[in-house]
């Protein structure tokens, strides 16, 4: 069956390091995004890549980073400029185009110990 | 003030009740999601509409696009039901990208 796995389920991290959480879907989406979700709050963007070999900056993409050399695979690392990483990450897709439906991945809970 | 809003926050009820969350969004929008996420974080897509409404087995999405406002419905609310309901919109001029209401926490007893 096609959909987003994301991996780990669960990832620490020391502070100071960097980390790569994996975000591969088997859908044939052409866009794809990160979405972080902090309690009590909506989900909000990080990055997103509407094709292959490019992306854009969301509303919190300071202290990440993405490729997508891939159609894919869409992998964000979280680096140790993000002073405030311990959340959960989630890995979204989409076919393109406003008027298709997104597929979401299980998610990454991302915690600095 | 959040280009979607959701109440109630947080909503408990008693099995079989019927049960209407509420979106309400301040800007053109190309689409509406409401999703589904349980415990585990997991988000599920329950509905997409950019008008009228859809029906799926005992949920039920509807949205007013001159009022700016959607519900979801649950009929015969079932404990399996609890989960956080998250309203969301394609805000038109920024892209695919999804605006998230904060969501609601919906807590079904038997």
């Known amino acids: 069956d096609g959909g987003i796995t994301q991996s780990p389920k669960y990832l620490f991290r020391k502070e100071g390091q960097n980390v790569t959480l994996s975000c591969e879907q088997n859908l044939n989406h052409d866009a794809m995004y990160w979405y972080r979700q902090d309690p009590g709050q909506g989900l909000r963007l990080i990055y997103y890549s509407q094709i292959v070999n490019d992306f854009q900056k969301g509303d919190i993409a300071e202290g990440y980073s993405v490729s997508r050399e891939k159609k894919e695979s869409f992998p964000l690392t979280v680096t140790s400029a993000q002073k405030n990483p311990t959340a959960f990450y989630l890995c979204?897709?989409?076919?393109?185009?406003?008027?298709?439906?997104?597929?979401f991945g299980s998610g990454t809970r991302l915690t600095v110990v | 003030k959040n280009e979607v809003e959701q109440s109630p926050q947080n909503l408990t009820a008693q099995e079989g009740e019927f049960i209407t969350i509420n979106c309400s969004y301040s800007v053109g929008i190309s689409a509406l999601h409401w999703l589904q996420q349980h415990p585990g974080g997991g988000i599920v897509s329950l509905f997409m509409?950019?008008?009228g409404k859809k029906k799926h087995g005992r949920l039920i999405a509807t949205i007013n696009i001159q009022e700016k406002h959607s519900s979801l419905h649950i009929t015969a609310s079932h404990p399996r039901d609890s989960a956080v309901y998250i309203c969301?919109?394609?805000?038109?001029?920024?892209?695919?990208?999804?605006?998230f209401g904060k969501g609601t926490t919906l807590s079904v007893s038997s």
């Open positions: 969301a919109a394609t805000i038109n001029q920024a892209g695919t990208a999804l605006i």
């Open positions: 979204a897709s989409q076919r393109g185009g406003a008027n298709y439906g997104y597929t």
């Open positions: 509409l950019s008008s």
